[in-house]
Protein backbone atom coordinates (compact mmCIF):
# COMPACT_ATOMS: atom_id res chain seq x y z
CA UNK A 1 0.00 0.00 0.00
CA UNK A 2 1.64 3.52 -0.91
CA UNK A 3 2.01 5.38 1.67
CA UNK A 4 0.34 8.58 2.82
CA UNK A 5 1.65 11.88 1.38
CA UNK A 6 3.79 13.80 4.34
CA UNK A 7 5.38 17.14 4.84
CA UNK A 8 9.41 16.51 5.20
CA UNK A 9 10.67 17.56 8.39
CA UNK A 10 14.54 16.93 7.33
CA UNK A 11 16.15 16.46 4.34
CA UNK A 12 19.71 15.33 4.00
CA UNK A 13 22.09 15.69 1.06
CA UNK A 14 23.78 12.65 0.34
CA UNK A 15 27.16 13.20 -1.54
CA UNK A 16 28.44 9.79 -3.03
CA UNK A 17 30.93 8.31 -5.02
CA UNK A 18 30.65 5.43 -6.93
CA UNK A 19 33.31 3.05 -6.50
CA UNK A 20 34.77 0.37 -8.70
CA UNK A 21 32.66 -1.92 -7.69
CA UNK A 22 29.31 -0.49 -8.60
CA UNK A 23 30.99 0.57 -11.71
CA UNK A 24 32.24 -2.99 -12.49
CA UNK A 25 28.58 -4.21 -12.52
CA UNK A 26 26.10 -4.02 -16.22
CA UNK A 27 23.30 -1.39 -15.81
CA UNK A 28 21.16 -4.08 -15.18
CA UNK A 29 23.13 -5.63 -12.37
CA UNK A 30 22.90 -2.07 -10.71
CA UNK A 31 19.45 -2.04 -11.06
CA UNK A 32 18.83 -5.39 -9.63
CA UNK A 33 21.25 -5.07 -6.57
CA UNK A 34 19.42 -1.71 -5.62
CA UNK A 35 15.93 -3.63 -6.27
CA UNK A 36 16.95 -6.73 -3.69
CA UNK A 37 20.16 -5.64 -1.50
CA UNK A 38 18.91 -1.81 -0.97
CA UNK A 39 15.18 -0.74 -1.05
CA UNK A 40 14.42 -3.80 1.00
CA UNK A 41 16.52 -2.88 3.93
CA UNK A 42 14.78 0.68 3.77
CA UNK A 43 11.22 -0.79 3.89
CA UNK A 44 11.79 -3.20 6.48
CA UNK A 45 14.08 -0.34 9.16
CA UNK A 46 11.94 2.64 8.13
CA UNK A 47 8.71 4.62 6.89
CA UNK A 48 8.72 8.16 6.47
CA UNK A 49 10.87 8.80 3.89
CA UNK A 50 11.18 9.66 0.27
CA UNK A 51 13.91 10.17 -2.31
CA UNK A 52 15.61 12.00 -5.47
CA UNK A 53 18.68 11.19 -7.39
CA UNK A 54 20.92 12.95 -9.25
CA UNK A 55 23.94 12.29 -11.15
CA UNK A 56 26.67 14.70 -10.87
CA UNK A 57 29.47 12.67 -12.55
CA UNK A 58 29.55 15.15 -15.34
CA UNK A 59 30.23 18.16 -13.32
CA UNK A 60 32.47 16.86 -10.34
CA UNK A 61 35.37 14.18 -9.70
CA UNK A 62 34.75 13.54 -5.97
CA UNK A 63 30.94 13.20 -6.44
CA UNK A 64 29.26 11.37 -8.90
CA UNK A 65 25.72 11.07 -6.93
CA UNK A 66 23.52 13.35 -5.06
CA UNK A 67 21.05 11.19 -3.37
CA UNK A 68 18.35 13.35 -1.44
CA UNK A 69 16.61 12.22 1.28
CA UNK A 70 13.22 13.52 2.54
CA UNK A 71 12.39 12.33 6.12
CA UNK A 72 8.54 13.07 7.99
CA UNK A 73 11.12 13.47 11.41
CA UNK A 74 14.65 12.71 12.53
CA UNK A 75 14.30 9.52 14.30
CA UNK A 76 12.71 8.05 9.98
CA UNK A 77 16.04 9.82 8.81
CA UNK A 78 18.14 8.08 11.45
CA UNK A 79 16.72 4.56 10.94
CA UNK A 80 17.19 5.10 6.80
CA UNK A 81 20.90 5.79 7.84
CA UNK A 82 21.03 2.70 9.94
CA UNK A 83 19.22 0.60 7.20
CA UNK A 84 21.71 1.97 4.40
CA UNK A 85 24.36 0.90 6.84
CA UNK A 86 23.43 -2.65 6.66
CA UNK A 87 23.60 -2.83 2.51
CA UNK A 88 26.25 -3.30 -0.08
CA UNK A 89 25.36 0.25 -1.04
CA UNK A 90 27.51 1.88 2.10
CA UNK A 91 31.28 2.05 1.50
CA UNK A 92 30.69 -1.27 -0.97
CA UNK A 93 28.78 0.39 -3.80
CA UNK A 94 29.48 4.16 -3.14
CA UNK A 95 31.80 5.89 -0.73
CA UNK A 96 29.70 8.99 1.45
CA UNK A 97 31.60 11.62 0.75
CA UNK A 98 29.18 14.16 3.28
CA UNK A 99 26.11 14.13 4.75
CA UNK A 100 24.48 17.66 4.62
CA UNK A 101 21.11 17.78 6.61
CA UNK A 102 18.71 20.62 7.17
CA UNK A 103 15.05 22.24 7.56
CA UNK A 104 14.06 23.34 4.84
CA UNK A 105 12.97 27.42 5.77
CA UNK A 106 14.28 26.77 9.37
CA UNK A 107 14.98 30.30 9.81
CA UNK A 108 11.06 31.46 9.29
CA UNK A 109 9.74 28.82 11.09
CA UNK A 110 11.90 29.89 13.91
CA UNK A 111 11.11 33.38 13.94
CA UNK A 112 7.98 32.84 11.78
CA UNK A 113 8.43 34.88 9.09
CA UNK A 114 7.20 34.48 5.52
CA UNK A 115 9.01 32.48 3.56
CA UNK A 116 11.22 33.44 0.28
CA UNK A 117 11.49 31.64 -2.77
CA UNK A 118 13.11 32.93 -6.20
CA UNK A 119 10.60 31.72 -9.05
CA UNK A 120 11.29 33.38 -12.92
CA UNK A 121 9.77 32.61 -15.78
Do not use: C
Amino acid sequence: MPEEPFEATVTAFMLVKTTPEWLGLSVEQRVEAFKTKVLPEITKRTNGVRSRFYDTEFYSARVTDVWVWEARDHQAYQLLVDALRETPFWDRYFDVVELLVGVENGYAKNYDLDTFATVTT
